[in-house]
């Protein structure tokens, strides 16, 4: 996705152009997701809302329409509420979203915030009934005696109505903040994640889950380790992946026993004792984790880098990509204003041969895992004008040589970053989250990061 690619008009998930002068915590987006067919896209932010944006049909007048995405639908997810039990404050901010491959007309989607998970319906209504026997057109109950006659209901059409309704609610099985949900293969579980707890439930029941996986020891004070992000498998219903503050992964095979304390596969890497630091278990620590579509390897992403590990091969991960290394000598600052804890996540295209993820300075990544080529993209108001071509950007390592157009690691702006990504399950489109603004990029041509 290099020189060629297409940028459509920035949206503030909203569906307005945002003040860049005064941006409020609630406006900032917290998570990206694209549906199973890429024609909805939802965002979730730190005030508890959703928006859907819909892909836009292309037409013959407008051939450069196709791609852009326009407001669909906005609702309130979830709402701030107070354990009084603990004397805690539950944010609002939503965590996650995760989209149910469409069995009908409506759309379903899961969104938790950290510790509530509800499942809402999406649907359309562009008809309306009319002629009620018993009911006038305002909707009142007439005087039965006035009825005479007996006449059948219409439908009659109306304006497109897009209603979203909760249709059930998870409580109450998390006492530490959800980080994940995924949807299971077989389309009637899915799981949630938090700290030292991963849950299964089904579907279509609220009122309990199963408590599959549990890492918190008997004495608090020996806790070494926290889970950081978990994800089914695409294909095998009974296997799932969870990543640890470590920096490990563990495969865990539902059909070994009921509680899947006993992982069937650790895919960790050796640290290097020369190159250990202060700050090395903290680097290394994995905030995010995807399987590849085809499901045959995983995708993870530390601080520094993003690597991609085959299920086959445990000792090591089978390609290492640094997205920025030039931070290494600046860790010192980053943990005394506490960037070096944010959470980055990365997301595959739809064939699998090139991944992506966010960095410092509104920059994302992007890494060719077959010509080993790798960009640095802005997401920017200048890159979001129609047509826009993005062009790559460099960052200079401190100390280092600059050329004409490079930016200096000095300069780089850490309150802009790029936690959040998604990826078009089948097209080059991608969504860029970047604080309170929404970017979707297209790109038009075959370029060189296809």
């Known amino acids: 996705m290099g020189e060629d690619t297409d940028a459509t008009p920035t949206l503030n998930h909203r569906g307005f152009l945002p003040d860049h002068n005064?941006?409020?915590?609630?406006d900032i987006i917290s998570t990206v997701e694209f549906n199973h067919t890429g024609e909805l896209l939802a965002t979730?932010?730190?005030?508890?809302?959703?928006?859907?944006?819909?892909?836009?049909?292309e037409s013959k007048s407008e051939p450069f329409s196709q791609g852009e995405y326009n407001v669909y639908s906005t609702f309130q997810s979830h709402e701030p509420e107070f354990d009084y039990l603990k004397s805690l404050e539950i944010e609002e901010k939503i965590n996650k979203i995760r989209w149910l491959p469409q069995q009908n007309a409506a759309q379903f989607l899961l969104s938790t915030n950290d510790k509530t998970i509800k499942l809402w319906k999406v649907s359309e209504r562009d008809k309306r009934p009319e002629g009620y026997n018993l009911k006038d057109e305002e909707g009142r109950i007439k005087d039965i005696s006035t009825v005479?006659?007996?006449?059948?209901?219409?439908?009659?059409?109306?304006?497109?109505?897009?209603?979203v309704s909760p249709r059930r609610v998870f409580a109450n099985a998390h006492t530490y903040h959800v980080n994940s949900i995924s949807v299971n293969s077989d389309y009637m579980t899915y799981m949630s994640a938090d700290d030292l707890r991963i849950n299964l439930w089904h579907l279509d029941i609220t009122d309990r889950s199963f408590n599959i996986v549990d890492i918190k020891p008997v004495n608090m004070e020996d806790l070494t380790e926290v889970i950081t992000a978990a994800e089914f498998h695409p294909h095998h219903c009974n296997l799932?992946?969870?990543?640890s503050s470590k920096g490990t992964l563990r495969l865990c095979d539902m059909r070994e026993a009921a509680l899947c304390d006993k992982h069937s596969k650790l895919f960790e890497e050796p640290e290097d004792p020369s190159a250990r630091?202060?700050?090395?278990?903290?680097?290394?620590?994995?905030s995010d984790v995807k399987f590849s579509h085809s499901g045959r390897y995983l995708l993870t992403r530390d601080y520094l880098t993003a690597k991609v590990?085959?299920?086959?091969?445990?000792s090591k991960p089978l390609e290492t990509y640094q997205v920025h290394d030039y931070l290494r000598s600046k860790l010192c600052s980053l943990y005394e204003n506490d960037c070096i804890f944010d959470k980055f996540e990365c997301a595959w295209n739809g064939s699998d041969s090139v991944i992506m993820t966010g960095a410092y300075n509104n920059f994302f990544r992007m890494f060719d895992r077959n010509t080993k080529r790798d960009v640095t993209l802005e997401a920017s108001r200048e890159s979001s004008k129609p047509r826009a071509v993005l062009k790559p950007r460099r960052v200079c390592a401190a100390g280092g040589k600059r050329r004409k157009d490079d930016i200096s690691v000095d300069s780089l702006d850490f309150t802009k970053k790029i936690l959040h990504t998604a990826w078009h399950p089948n097209e080059n489109i991608i969504a860029i989250a970047a604080t309170n603004n929404l970017y979707i990029f297209q790109d038009k041509l075959n370029s060189e990061m296809h």
């Open 22 to 26: 005064y941006v409020t915590e609630a």
């Open 44 to 57: 979730g932010d730190k005030g508890g809302r959703v928006v859907i944006f819909q892909r836009e049909p």
């Open 148 to 163: 005479t006659s007996l006449q059948v209901p219409v439908l009659m059409p109306m304006d497109l109505m897009v209603e």
């Open 240 to 243: 799932f992946v969870y990543s």
């Open 277 to 286: 630091s202060f700050f090395s278990e903290i680097i290394s620590s994995v």
């Open 309 to 314: 590990w085959d299920l086959n091969m445990e």
